[in-house]
């Protein structure tokens, strides 16, 4: 979800079992509505990120002493928690000769738990609010890759707002079963369809008030599985397409070849070539013949730039080719007309991953076709993938560590509005 997977922690500070990461889950409050809410994010070495729901900063912590962290930025502000019989109550910032104290506030209970599509076994986390009552919960769809449960701030965020949140691990990661890597969309949409079911059956959920949150890849298995369930209270997006694979993937592709320093006029020659293999892939031709599209264009000045070695059949090379045949067909144009639930649907201005221009009229159209009364689409702006406001938005542009201005407090108000999120 922030895609920074390369920041190795694990090499910069101490080992921390990750039972122990869990007890420090949460939202501490610092007074003058000043909150800071942190969770487990895996795609960072099962540390734990933050984020300063006030400045909107956000960093991840790397521990250096028992319960004692210090951020990943400024090696000089730690993050201590307090203990009171064993169990996390506080958090103690100190930044130089500033010393915060807040306190731990919503409460959780979390529980491990598991659910099956079909013969595939999902295990994952349920987190509920510690107060009475059944809950509003919010489903997480994954971004593409092997994603896990761990998902950071997003878990702690929701939970501050009284909204439980089931968060699994994808098909064939962590400890689910299956394979993610030639899963089809709709696979993955019934993984989710599953996860929601299971829901209805637990104790403290409100099965009236289940939603679903589709993040990046998540705008197409979001979408599908919103259309399959038709009592989904609600249906937030975040960074998702409003476009086919083809497209998205093309976009994407362009921006990396920007950011690699390619001029335009070259790109213009690349993703027509990419597309003929891709769409290789999609009509049923073999990897061999696919691997010979790319290859006529080896007297083109930039191919060696591209491959400077020979392609080589691989494990990976062929789920890939896999993966293209299963979902290069997808649009979730298709799926949005059959979606009536209230929807929240927010894109980045400065995303190389996703075109937000392009989906922004698409997204609008399909939902309106689909006899939709509740649903708002916007583009934040400075935004990137990552959620952080950019410059360019590419992939190597380096990291802001800033939220972007306009995507949590929408969020919030929305969910207020509809009274699923209550107000703090």
């Known amino acids: 979800m922030l895609c920074v997977s390369s920041?190795?922690?694990?090499?910069?500070?101490?080992?921390?079992?990750?039972?122990?990461?869990?007890s420090y889950e949460g939202t501490y409050d610092f007074g003058n509505q000043h909150r800071i809410t942190l969770g487990i994010f895996d795609e960072v070495n099962q540390s734990l990120v933050y984020l300063d729901l006030?400045?909107?900063?956000?960093?991840?912590?790397?521990?250096?002493?028992?319960?004692?962290?210090r951020d990943n930025n400024d090696s000089?502000?730690?993050?201590s928690f307090v203990l009171k019989d064993?169990?996390?109550?506080?958090l103690q910032i100190k930044n130089g000769t500033t010393l915060l104290l807040g306190k731990k506030v919503n409460h959780h209970i979390r529980k491990e738990v598991s659910f099956k599509n079909d013969t595939t076994v999902l295990k994952g986390d349920l987190y509920l609010p510690i107060a009475k009552g059944s809950h509003p919960v919010v489903v997480f769809a994954h971004g593409s890759g092997a994603t896990t449960r761990g998902v950071g701030f997003f878990t702690t965020y929701f939970l501050q707002?009284?909204?439980?949140?089931?968060?699994?691990?994808?098909?064939?990661?962590?400890?689910?079963?299956?394979?993610?890597?030639?899963?089809?969309?709709?696979?993955?949409?019934?993984?989710?369809?599953?996860?929601?079911?299971?829901?209805?059956?637990q104790a403290g959920v409100n099965p009236k008030k289940i939603g679903l949150l589709g993040n990046s890849q998540g705008g197409w298995v979001g979408s599908i599985a919103a259309a399959k369930t038709k009592s989904l209270a609600f249906l937030?997006?975040?960074?998702?397409?409003?476009?086919?694979?083809?497209?998205?993937?093309?976009h994407e592709y362009r921006g990396s070849l920007l950011a690699d320093g390619f001029s335009n006029s070259e790109v213009d020659e690349i993703i027509p070539m990419y597309q003929k293999h891709w769409l290789a892939a999609a009509s049923g031709k073999t990897w061999d013949e696919g691997n010979e599209i790319l290859k006529s264009y080896a007297n083109n000045s930039w191919y060696k730039k591209i491959f400077?070695?020979?392609?080589?059949?691989?494990?990976?090379?062929?789920?890939?080719w896999t993966w293209l045949k299963a979902n290069l067909k997808y649009d979730s144009y298709s799926y949005l007309r059959n979606i009536k639930t209230p929807t929240l649907w927010l894109m980045a201005e400065k995303d190389w991953?996703?075109?937000?221009?392009k989906s922004y009229p698409r997204i609008k159209e399909a939902l309106a076709l689909a006899g939709n009364q509740d649903y708002t689409v916007a583009i934040v702006p400075n935004m990137g993938h990552t959620g952080m406001t950019v410059a360019t938005g590419y992939y190597n542009e380096a990291l802001s560590w800033q939220y972007a201005d306009g995507f949590w407090n929408r969020v919030e108000s929305w969910l207020i509005n509809r009274k699923i999120a209550k107000k703090n």
């Open 308 to 320: 400077p070695q020979e392609r080589l059949k691989s494990s990976g090379s062929e789920k890939w």
């Open 54 to 69: 006030t400045s909107r900063q956000l960093g991840a912590l790397i521990p250096v002493g028992k319960n004692t962290f």
């Open 161 to 201: 707002l009284g909204i439980g949140v089931l968060t699994f691990d994808k098909r064939g990661a962590g400890a689910s079963t299956g394979d993610w890597e030639t899963a089809s969309f709709e696979t993955l949409a019934n993984d989710i369809c599953a996860g929601i079911d299971f829901l209805k059956t």
């Open 7 to 22: 920041i190795n922690l694990a090499a910069q500070g101490q080992t921390i079992d990750k039972s122990t990461l869990y």
């Open 86 to 90: 064993k169990k996390v109550e506080g």
């Open 236 to 250: 937030l997006m975040r960074v998702g397409a409003g476009e086919s694979v083809l497209a998205t993937i093309s």
């Open 353 to 357: 991953n996703v075109n937000s221009q």
């Open 76 to 79: 000089t502000k730690t993050f």
